[in-house]
């Protein structure tokens, strides 16, 4: 974490912790900024698992100023706009059913609007349904078929789902009428398929402007977030910062839903997807100074988001909201930074013009806070060198590991936070826009003793873990890092294989079979899926047909997918394993 050098004025240990504190300098006085100088923001909390989040700066008056960080679900994903309805079942990286309670605080304060998306498919009746969309559907690189409750408990426990070989989405297109969301569309998409996809996903990255801010969802713990703000792009004065965050389940007995009563289930796909409204959204709100080098921070949520994301309206806090358990207002929990304990804080370095970068916050670079407190944390922009030596090796089906040295920087320079971020190599170049981040990877430790960091500095080795990966598919990654003053590296990229699952009972196979049939979940297919669970995976010849059959299943099944006499054959051929299997699923049951 930043070691700031100033001398703090905090709450003594055994005072009430406050709901609003500031710890600063007293004899810390910021200097004249003018239009080129900028301030460092750290912004500090301790999230539990899962969380979506937005934080964002607006004025005193409630005007929206600028976004600081979305995690890339709401940002780069577009689950708060994509094909489907709202009361979708949802399951681990569901492909379908916009989110529009996700963040609805911060995507209202903004003032933007997107068209709205909706399923592609020329069939109306398919709007409705989890599934059946084949025909509007093309390669998918992020999300996974519908699972059912049990597998997605599963499914959870090892972060993997079907490959996306196995696997085609409905990308969805403009809604007719100038439908509009406040939330963007996604922007991960570099391959299209003409024949399948509507022309308007050509035009989703280019509307969608988060790429910036767009992070992982961090991991459970102390969490840190540095910023940088222009002094002509921010108004004079005091500011506001917010963080709107959201959980999806996180239910209590003020907020309870059903599965059955509150959610759509498709009644042609009823065992498919499971419940996730919950609790509303929450925020906490900061007010600070960018030019007061000090840390101000709360302990209590300003209000709650409609249950719907209606409206942008803040809800006063109220006791429906749950506040322990890392449910509701816990989602975000206490922890102490600089001597005072707070859910949320933000600690400003004042306005600089620049200088050394050392992280202490008195702006002249050697690191021991007696120096000039004007200085903005030192910060200026440099130009920093990727990591050498890039390594990968899949060491498991859905994990690559990373092994790079960090190079060689200016004096004054400390590199601070490491990212990677995956693509699928379809176009010559990688695009850090349409990457996907990688979450839970260690920052550079700062301070001797330091924990949950990576002890690393110029020169030396650093090993990390790329996961959540899909068995058997390549991947283009990569590696950089950012230094205190959130300067970016240069990107180094490299190609990985990952191997095959040994063995997936949680996929999306019987390719031709599923191209036969024209959907992924009739009753035949259940039934193969159940023989070939129960009866092939102990048989080392029935083993290899399995494995055979996964190897070359897809391409055999998109040269019949189109192809009615093609899929007519196929089941034809098909039928009599699948009676034997159905008569032995009924004599099982």
């Known amino acids: 974490m930043l070691s700031v050098g100033l001398a703090l004025a905090v709450t003594p240990a055994d005072a009430a912790p406050p709901t609003d504190s500031v710890a600063s300098s007293p004899e810390a006085a910021p200097g004249d900024p003018t239009a080129e100088s900028e301030a460092l923001l750290e912004f500090h909390f301790k999230p539990v698992a899962n969380l979506q989040i937005a934080i964002w700066l607006e004025d005193t008056s409630g005007n929206f100023v600028q976004d600081v960080l979305v995690t890339q679900a709401t940002a780069k994903l577009g689950i708060g706009n994509r094909s489907g309805m709202t009361t979708f079942l949802s399951s681990w990286r569901a492909p379908y059913g916009p989110r529009p309670s996700v963040l609805p605080i911060w995507a209202h304060s903004r003032g933007k609007t997107y068209p709205r998306i909706l399923f592609h498919d020329a069939n109306l009746n398919n709007h409705t349904s989890l599934g059946f969309h084949e025909s509007s559907s093309s390669a998918e690189t992020y999300f996974c078929r519908p699972l059912t409750p049990t597998e997605d408990d599963a499914i959870v426990d090892t972060m993997t789902c079907p490959s996306p070989a196995t696997f085609r989405s409905d990308?969805?297109?403009?809604?007719?009428?100038?439908?509009?969301?406040?939330?963007?569309?996604?922007?991960?998409?570099?391959?299209?398929?003409?024949?399948?996809?509507?022309?308007?996903?050509?035009?989703?990255?280019?509307?969608?402007?988060?790429?910036?801010?767009?992070?992982?969802?961090?991991?459970?713990?102390?969490?840190?977030?540095?910023?940088?703000?222009?002094?002509?792009?921010?108004?004079?004065?005091?500011?506001?910062?917010?963080?709107?965050?959201?959980?999806?389940?996180?239910?209590?007995?003020?907020?309870?839903?059903?599965?059955?009563?509150?959610?759509?289930?498709?009644?042609?796909?009823?065992?498919?997807?499971?419940?996730?409204?919950?609790?509303?959204?929450?925020?906490y709100r900061v007010e600070f100074d960018p030019a007061e080098p000090g840390y101000t921070s709360v302990t209590e949520y300003a209000g709650y988001a409609d249950w719907d994301g209606a409206s942008g309206a803040v809800h006063p806090p109220d006791s429906t909201i749950s506040a322990s358990g890392g449910s509701g207002a816990d989602r975000l929990q206490v922890h102490d930074k600089f001597g005072v304990p707070a859910r949320f804080g933000i600690y400003?370095?004042?306005?600089?013009?620049?200088?050394?970068?050392?992280?202490?916050?008195?702006?002249?670079?050697?690191?021991?806070?007696?120096?000039?407190?004007?200085?903005?944390?030192?910060?200026?922009?440099?130009?920093?060198?990727?990591?050498?030596?890039?390594?990968?090796?899949?060491?498991?089906?859905?994990?690559?590991?990373?092994?790079?040295?960090?190079?060689e920087v200016p004096d004054g320079i400390e590199p601070s936070t490491l990212f990677a971020g995956w693509i699928t190599p379809e176009t010559s170049d990688f695009q850090l826009g349409a990457s996907k981040a990688v979450a839970g990877i260690p920052r550079l430790c700062r301070e001797p003793g330091e924990l949950d960091c990576i002890e690393a500095g110029p020169g030396?080795?650093?090993?990390?873990?790329?996961?959540?990966?899909?068995?058997?598919?390549?991947?283009?990654?990569?590696?950089?890092?950012?230094?205190?003053?959130?300067?970016?590296?240069?990107?180094?990229?490299?190609?990985?294989?990952?191997?095959?699952q040994k063995f997936q009972t949680i996929d999306g196979a019987c390719f031709i079979a599923t191209a036969a049939w024209g959907a992924g979940w009739t009753t035949e297919l259940r039934a193969l899926r159940w023989f070939r669970d129960a009866y092939m995976i102990d048989q080392p010849i029935a083993n290899d047909l399995v494995r055979a059959y996964y190897a070359y299943g897809p391409v055999l099944a998109n040269m019949i997918r189109d192809v009615p006499p093609a899929r007519a054959a196929a089941r034809l051929m098909l039928r009599p394993i699948v009676d034997v299997a159905k008569q032995i699923v009924m004599g099982a049951g």
């Open 171 to 283: 990308k969805g297109q403009f809604a007719p009428g100038g439908q509009t969301s406040v939330y963007p569309p996604r922007n991960d998409l570099t391959n299209f398929d003409e024949n399948r996809d509507s022309e308007d996903t050509k035009s989703y990255g280019a509307l969608n402007e988060l790429d910036m801010i767009s992070r992982a969802t961090p991991s459970p713990g102390a969490y840190l977030f540095a910023h940088r703000i222009h002094f002509d792009e921010v108004p004079a004065g005091p500011l506001v910062a917010w963080i709107e965050v959201s959980l999806e389940r996180d239910e209590n007995p003020d907020w309870e839903f059903d599965r059955e009563d509150d959610h759509w289930v498709d009644p042609k796909l009823p065992a498919y997807g499971r419940e996730y409204f919950g609790q509303p959204a929450v925020v």
């Open 460 to 500: 030396d080795l650093v090993t990390i873990d790329i996961d959540q990966l899909f068995g058997n598919y390549t991947y283009s990654i990569g590696v950089h890092y950012e230094d205190i003053c959130t300067n970016r590296s240069e990107i180094a990229v490299a190609d990985v294989t990952t191997p095959a």
């Open 348 to 407: 400003s370095h004042g306005w600089g013009t620049g200088g050394g970068g050392d992280g202490d916050g008195d702006g002249d670079g050697d690191g021991d806070g007696d120096g000039d407190p004007t200085g903005g944390g030192g910060c200026t922009t440099v130009d920093l060198p990727a990591v050498e030596d890039l390594q990968l090796v899949a060491t498991d089906f859905d994990t690559v590991t990373a092994t790079f040295r960090l190079p």
